[in-house]
């Protein structure tokens, strides 16, 4: 069997890291001398686990007859190494375990017998995943529960109707319900709620509400904190939160009192920096045994939290923290192994219709909402505390890109695709079809190759009025501090985002081809020495507590003259920091970045560049998170077969998270041990 894995390896079908980890069970094993057979499957689910965690950010491998299809997803050109595995693997799927459940690599009873693989859920995990998602399970068990509170349903009442005033609450068609006011009254009562919805919907609206209505409650004592995954996810809730509070003066003309407005978070942080993370370190500086003092935790885009992250965030918190998540289900998971959002959902809605809330929990809605939602006896296990906004008001009479959305949502591939259509004047959305029915017969390099020159062309262009923009500004000699705003707002009208970093239309490859095409263009002027230039965008990649720079961060270079006259350049962020380029840390061009990069992000006017050949990347979660991305307009780059492939796709990420609460018994033995 390792000799089978090996060619795997060496025709990169599975990594270096899955195939040396299935020869370090190998080598555990031979001291035992197991029959072949049982060696054999032994090493062959050593590398299944590994590559399905790295390369579907699977929590776990399902142990049912799919798998033993094609469990490597092999072409039809490698049938033949195909069948000489399945002829190592002589016992059934149904045995699996069963076989191997005295072997040392592997266990079915993971707190008495310790391994590097576990059975659970008639599913195979990594002993670190198994553990991480048994603590979130646990978190989340033990959170269930409402708080018990220490003021009257009747004071949420005032309290509710004081922040949601009848003149200004106003329903779209689609809400039925009031929607907002229901998911803040469910966040006071219970001790976790997570709240979903698309771009739009009024998450943070909802939770600049709910942070007024429990300071009011609790008489301006709690502390409160707001997270997000990145420095810009983090950078955005706050900008959100701000500019909804002053929407509720100035429009809802709601009273809001200078200690209730000091009372609330001043600043948002990234997840690692509240935690303590540090780079090369393992143990975040908070955990179970130094907890956090916070009382109420926002944590927003909870979908781009993988399970590892969320495991160290649930350790951290006292029992009595309340925490709320932020995210819309139906974006891309986290780029490690997770689901959690998704996992989630599943109390949540069945067949795209939400489940009705417990009796208890809608009467306690109704007398401090007075709205009256279906409901029944008994729901499922985390019902009660999952909310999900439904109407969006943030493309306004941009119907087109809210529909696209929808339809991807949907899995509509023909409907998606006629959509374009629609749009004769490219208003709202555009399609550059990449499939150049006009060049007659072209070889697949020369397709590829005017591909390529189309999306570095349109980019030239869509940055050529940011770098002239940046030019004038720089011109004028004002201290750069003071036209930050204006120079972010220019970046952020345009962005190009890709499916990939590597190959033809990949990330990294636009990036140094549009680079060269704009100083062809004489829009790059360098600035001491070759890799400096007024307006260049860059991307944090790695975290740097030192200098509080976090993954996902965008830095400008910019210049300005210092009190001796000389001109100085510095990479300046959208908080106002700034460092010299010898002090950042990782980092790479940003006039294009991946669609997972742009989480938590939104642009005037997004280009989305798909590549020619399919790729497992591709699915309605990344189109759906690329289109979303933009608030006025959405340019995909794209031929009719991949977009229709891509949105047929969808995300199909193996977790037992969920499952942990479909039983009695399950939940039993998450909350005893």
């Known amino acids: 069997m390792l000799t089978l894995l090996k060619q795997l390896k060496d025709e990169n079908i599975i990594s270096a890291a899955d195939y040396h980890f299935a020869q370090f069970i190998d080598n555990k094993q031979k001291p035992y001398h197991y029959e072949q057979g049982i060696a054999d499957l032994a090493v062959f689910l050593a590398a299944l686990c590994s590559y399905h965690q790295q390369q579907a950010g699977h929590s776990c491998i399902k142990l049912d007859e799919n798998l033993g299809v094609n469990p490597f997803l092999l072409s039809q050109s490698q049938r033949e190494l195909q069948q000489s595995i399945r002829n190592k693997l002589i016992y059934p799927i149904h045995e699996w375990q069963s076989r191997l459940a005295d072997h040392i690599a592997f266990s079915a009873e993971p707190l008495t017998k310790i391994a590097p693989l576990v059975f659970q859920f008639d599913s195979l995990y990594f002993y670190r995943v198994w553990q991480d998602e048994r603590r979130v399970a646990r978190f989340f068990a033990r959170h269930k529960k409402t708080q018990n509170l220490p003021f009257s349903d009747a004071e949420i009442k005032a309290t509710l109707d004081k922040l949601f005033p009848a003149e200004f609450t106003q329903l779209l068609p689609e809400e039925k319900h009031a929607w907002q006011k229901i998911a803040v009254a469910t966040a006071i009562k219970q001790s976790c709620c997570v709240l979903t919805g698309g771009p739009g919907t009024g998450k943070t609206t909802t939770v600049t509400r709910l942070l007024l209505a429990l300071q009011t409650l609790y008489h301006e004592k709690l502390i409160i904190k707001l997270v997000a995954p990145t420095g810009k996810a983090a950078a955005r ?279 060269e095409k704009l100083k062809q263009q004489g829009l790059i002027h360098f600035h001491q020495g070759r890799e400096n230039y007024a307006g260049k965008p860059i991307l944090i990649t790695q975290n740097d507590r030192n200098v509080h720079l976090y993954n996902g961060d965008i830095g400008l270079y910019l210049m300005e003259k210092n009190a001796d006259g000389e001109i100085k350049g510095r990479y300046w962020f959208e908080n106002g920091q700034s460092e010299l380029p010898s002090r950042l840390p990782q980092h790479e061009s940003a006039f294009v970045m991946t669609v997972h990069k742009s989480q938590g992000s939104e642009f005037a006017h997004t280009f989305v560049v798909l590549p020619l050949e399919f790729n497992p990347v591709l699915t309605k979660e990344l189109l759906y998170t690329g289109v979303t991305r933009a608030k006025e307009k959405v340019t995909i780059f794209s031929t009719e077969d991949i977009w229709k492939m891509a949105v047929r796709k969808a995300t199909d990420r193996q977790s037992g998270l969920s499952l942990w609460f479909w039983s009695k018994e399950n939940i039993q033995k998450v909350m005893n041990n």
């Open 237 to 515: 809730l706050k900008e959100s939160l701000d500019n909804s509070l002053k929407a509720l003066v100035e429009r809802e003309h709601i009273e809001i009192s200078d200690s209730l407005r000091e009372s609330l978070p001043q600043d948002a942080e990234t997840l690692h920096r509240l935690l303590g993370i540090k780079y090369f370190s393992t143990e975040p500086k908070y955990h179970a045994k130094n907890l956090l003092n916070i009382d109420v935790l926002v944590v927003d885009e909870a979908s781009m939290i993988d399970l590892g992250l969320m495991a160290m965030l649930v350790q951290a918190l006292r029992p009595d923290t309340k925490i709320i998540l932020l995210g819309d289900q139906d974006q891309l998971s986290s780029v490690e192994a997770g689901a959690i959002l998704a996992e989630l959902g599943r109390f949540q809605q069945f067949k795209g219709e939400l489940l009705p809330y417990s009796s208890a929990h809608a009467d306690y809605l109704q007398r401090v909402t007075g709205e009256a939602l279906p409901h029944q006896p008994a729901v499922s296990y985390l019902r009660d505390n999952l909310c999900h906004l439904v109407a969006s008001r943030r493309f306004g009479e941009r119907k087109l890109i809210g529909a696209l959305a929808k339809s991807i949502n949907a899995l509509q591939s023909e409907e998606s695709w006629q959509l374009f259509a629609q749009d004769t004047e490219h208003k709202e959305i555009e399609m550059v079809n990449l499939d150049f029915p006009k060049q007659g017969h072209l070889s697949e390099e020369k397709k590829a190759h005017l591909a390529l020159q189309t999306v570095v062309e349109r980019a030239c262009e869509a940055y050529r009025h940011y770098l002239e923009e940046i030019a004038e500004i720089q011109a004028n000699n004002l201290p750069i501090a003071e036209q930050l705003d204006r120079i972010f707002k220019a970046f952020n009208q345009v962005r190009f985002l890709t499916a990939v970093r590597k190959g033809n239309l990949g990330s990294e490859r636009l990036n140094a081809l549009i680079f």
